[in-house]
């Protein structure tokens, strides 16, 4: 049986964080039914054609902030899912929570209603980078959120941190890190700050009153993380993730290695029998599309053969067992050596890429560089 990994975008947010691309929106409690009922009326859409045959091995609810839903919202939607696929046994279900919006009635009934994975949104242990990044939490808010969650029986936590910021030093990077792993969390993401066209943070780089750290210090605290949390006993097994063993985020690999997945709510995409679709950003458009017409598709596409051929490439080497070199000369029907063996020899010689018979992969230079060196091999 195919397996698919379900995706659910809840776009409100209790504040706007300068740094944030993401498709979020301030709360809106007039709009917040309507948005769940909507939710609920994509999936019944979508269940019917691709629910038969199909097993779903990951849900995960992600933001925007779906903490900001009351508890009984959380419990109808996981319900519907289970009413409309067929869930895997060991299904990995997974809320994104901001430390702001928990407490622990709400914590507990999350996890009668099912949900046993929480992602929690932390990015520093420091309350001047938290004020600094425009987080509505404290590093205390933290602790609590975490000794609550492992109190009412969440045994696989994940926590976010960023690196980066606007006069991070090696020392107060660690210290984070350091905190983070008290918590003994399952697995831990940490993201490198990075200014998106739109955002606050533009705004203020334009204007002069924002600076990233030089690039060598980037990379500088990137090995720092990843020294830490291996020497820890984490597994490095993508770019920005770490994890227990099998503790990976079990929805994001599915993802990375092309699997197909169903995404709903506003602005969500979807990757599914080999078309790629995305669905309205605004909440209050993307109501009034399901309610019309059961969907809310904004646009969608098959890829050609290179479109797909980039993103395999792209999303494969994400992962530190990079991508399978014989796999992909299958599907795409393609001499690697013939169409990339002289990018391939370039980016070996640079030290970003590290290849044997089997794999491509991304050295650990390559993978603070990931993006640059994917586009080489499609110039
Ligand atoms: S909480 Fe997350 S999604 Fe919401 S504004 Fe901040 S970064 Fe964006």
Redesign the pocket.
């Given at each position: 049986m195919n397996s698919l990994g379900l995706y659910l975008h809840i776009p409100y947010?209790?504040?706007?964080?300068g740094?944030?691309d993401?498709n979020?929106h301030p709360v809106n409690q007039g709009e917040m039914d309507a948005y769940v009922d909507a939710l609920l009326r994509e999936m019944d859409h979508y269940a019917r054609e691709w629910s038969a045959g199909r097993t779903v091995a990951s849900i995960f609810l992600g933001?925007?902030?779906p903490t900001t839903l009351p508890v009984s919202a959380l419990e109808t939607i996981l319900d519907r899912c289970r009413n409309r696929f067929a869930l895997e046994p060991d299904c990995e279900i997974t809320l994104e929570a901001?430390p702001a919006t928990i407490s622990p009635g709400f914590l507990s009934q999350l996890r009668n209603a099912g949900y046993h994975r929480i992602s929690i949104?932390v990015q520093s242990f420091h309350d001047d980078e938290l004020k600094l990044l425009?987080?509505v939490h404290s590093a205390d808010e933290v602790d609590s959120t975490v000794a609550m969650a492992r109190a009412e029986g969440f045994d696989n936590l994940s926590l976010d941190l960023m690196f980066a910021l606007p006069g991070h030093t090696p020392e107060r990077w660690r210290e984070s890190l350091r905190r983070a792993l008290a918590k003994d969390p399952e697995h831990l993401s940490t993201y490198n700050l990075t200014v998106e066209p739109g955002t606050v943070f533009e705004k203020l780089r334009r204007g002069g009153r924002l600076t990233l750290p030089p690039e060598d210090l980037q990379l500088e605290l990137y090995q720092e993380a990843i020294h830490t949390l291996t020497a820890a006993g984490y597994r490095h097994y993508e770019i920005s993730n770490f994890a227990k063993p099998g503790r990976e985020c079990r929805h994001n690999l599915n993802y990375w290695n092309n699997g197909d997945f169903l995404g709903l709510g506003a602005g969500a995409s979807m990757g599914l029998g080999g078309r790629r679709s995305k669905n309205f950003n605004l909440p209050s458009r993307y109501i009034r599309e399901v309610l019309a017409r059961g969907h809310a598709v904004e646009s969608s596409e098959s890829p050609t053969p290179r479109e797909a051929m980039e993103e395999t490439l792209m999303l494969g080497l994400r992962l530190l067992q990079g991508l399978p070199i014989r796999q992909f000369e299958d599907r795409f029907q393609t001499s690697f050596q013939t169409r990339f063996g002289k990018t391939a020899e370039s980016l070996l010689q640079k030290g970003l890429i590290t290849l044997d018979n089997e794999r491509l992969a991304l050295s650990h230079r390559g993978l603070f560089l990931a993006d640059s060196v994917i586009l080489e091999f499609f110039a």
């Open positions: 947010c209790l504040h706007k964080c740094y944030c993401f979020s933001g925007g902030t901001n949104g425009d987080r």
